[in-house]
């Protein structure tokens, strides 16, 4: 599920995709103050589009979607006659298996994937919009972060490409730098080429950028909400979490 805007905004749309089949994907978006859903179903049998359940990205008009094997797809809300369509696959054909973790990430007008290789490699590509290819990415100056609920990228002085995936080590964060091609940890001499032995946070944690520490819990309804910001080597990391009774 993906926000045009902040819920707040006026003119704020959500967008979200799901499949059933192997034959068809289902798109639906909502506009503030409506009640309705707008669902659409689109046959993609030819593309076997499989939807991933990382969060879409809403770039330039449009939301983009990945799936498990690294395709991408598009929704364009305000293409009447054509409004589904699907990019080449990120990588190649032989790599589809090992895929592990991919994640899109739109970066000062340009959308980046980051793609974690069987716990091993980490591959970050940019999408060409004059040809809808995909290509290595190797000097940025950005660090990435990279989660199951929100992607964002931050400044730096750095020439490679740094990624913060939810894993940590000893409660301490870990990064994965292009540059030495390991996972390294912000605090002590941890370096590694694999992150088998690290702690990962999946389905319900994202990063955020707190003012202060936060811990939350409240019910809503018949679910209880809780949100907990903890601190990881000098970085902060939020933990969401929607349970019934």
Avoid at 3 to 11: E, L
Avoid at 73 to 93: A, D, H, Q
Avoid at 163 to 181: A, E, H, L, M, Q
């Amino acid at each position: 599920m993906c926000f045009t805007s902040p819920p707040t905004s006026p003119d704020c749309i959500v967008f979200g995709l799901s499949t059933f089949s192997d034959d068809y994907v289902d798109t639906g978006t909502i506009e503030r103050g409506k009640t309705d859903w707008n669902l659409e179903e689109y046959y993609k049998n030819e593309t076997r589009f499989r939807p991933s359940t990382r969060t879409p990205v809403f770039h330039k008009g449009s939301f983009y979607c990945i799936d498990l094997a690294g395709k991408v797809g598009i929704f364009y809300p305000n293409n009447s006659e054509n409004k589904w369509t699907v990019l080449t696959r990120l990588t190649k054909r032989r790599c589809e298996r090992v895929i592990r973790q991919n994640f899109l990430v739109a970066v000062d007008g340009e959308l980046l994937a980051v793609l974690n290789h069987d716990n091993r490699k980490v591959m970050v590509e940019r999408l060409d919009r004059t040809n809808g290819q995909w290509k290595p990415v190797q000097d940025l100056g950005k660090i990435l972060y990279v989660s199951h609920g929100a992607c964002f990228a931050e400044d730096a002085k750095i020439k490679n490409v740094v990624v913060y995936f939810p894993k940590f080590r000893d409660n301490i964060g870990v990064f994965y730098s292009t540059n030495t091609g390991k996972y390294h940890s912000v605090v002590g001499d941890f370096s590694s080429k694999t992150s088998y032995e690290l702690d990962e946070i999946t389905e319900f944690g994202t990063w955020i950028m707190p003012n202060l520490d936060i811990a939350l819990e409240e019910q809503l309804g018949d679910c209880k909400l809780k949100i907990s910001v903890t601190h990881f080597g000098g970085y902060r990391f939020g933990l969401f979490s929607l349970c019934a009774p």
